[in-house]
């Protein structure tokens, strides 16, 4: 299952961002999975969290085995020891527990996220020990397919409007002017911004300020080649 989103979407921002909409036709259509239980793709994002995708699918691998069913009230059935066992820290088994407590006993209402507003969804999801603004803006794309997500504190984001628009920098005030230029479909552009972001398109080149180590290293690799 994809994020879905339509033709109409595209010529809207293709009409708003001629930028962005030559990108688009260069790129063409983008798929990207969404996992529709918000509380298995919250467990996902924790598991995922600061290791590499190779072994965060290994555990989530080794999670499901052992649960089958990746429901609240099944993880709470297990003991910590038993989910450590799979390759979780304490720390992740903590936050998926605590997150799992809270939903079952209703004092995070997830089944009713769906019709709150957005800010409202990243309010309450923020309440869960571990996921900060950005897992929950990503878990409003992946798994709630919210249409109007641009996410600051991602990354690539960040770098795919670096990239597009020649910026050093993307400020709070520059990445506000592109959320209003992409909404009501914000989400959308994201999918191509971290295209654009992964190499993509031919010759888009981040025009961030070197760091202090590529600097050094780009100058001795100058002096190496003089020699």
Do not use: C
């Amino acid at each position: 299952m994809y994020f879905e989103y339509d033709e109409s979407d595209i010529h809207y921002l293709m009409a708003k961002d001629p930028v962005l909409g030559e990108v688009i036709r260069q790129i063409g259509p983008v798929k990207r999975a969404v996992t529709p239980d918000l509380f298995a793709a919250l467990v996902s994002s924790i598991v995922g969290q600061q290791i590499s995708t190779k072994a965060a699918d290994t555990v989530r691998q080794r999670l499901q085995a052992l649960v089958t069913d990746l429901t609240p009230e099944r993880i709470l059935s297990f003991s910590d020891e038993e989910l450590q066992a799979v390759g979780m820290s304490y720390r992740k088994v903590t936050y998926i527990k605590n997150s799992a407590e809270k939903i079952v006993s209703g004092e995070i209402a997830i089944e009713r996220l769906h019709e709150w507003s957005d800010e409202e969804v990243k309010k309450e999801l923020t309440k869960l020990k571990g996921v900060g603004e950005w897992t929950a803006e990503m878990l409003m794309i992946f798994s709630m397919q919210r249409r109007n997500v641009l996410s600051f504190d991602d990354l690539g984001i960040q770098r795919g409007l670096r990239m597009l628009y020649h910026h050093r920098r993307i400020t709070p005030e520059l990445f506000r002017k592109y959320h209003r230029r992409y909404t009501p479909v914000a989400s959308v552009a994201s999918l191509y911004l971290w295209e654009i972001a992964s190499g993509a398109v031919p010759g888009m080149k981040d025009y961030a300020p070197l760091s202090e180590a590529e600097k050094k290293r780009r100058a001795k690799e100058r002096r190496r080649r003089k020699k």
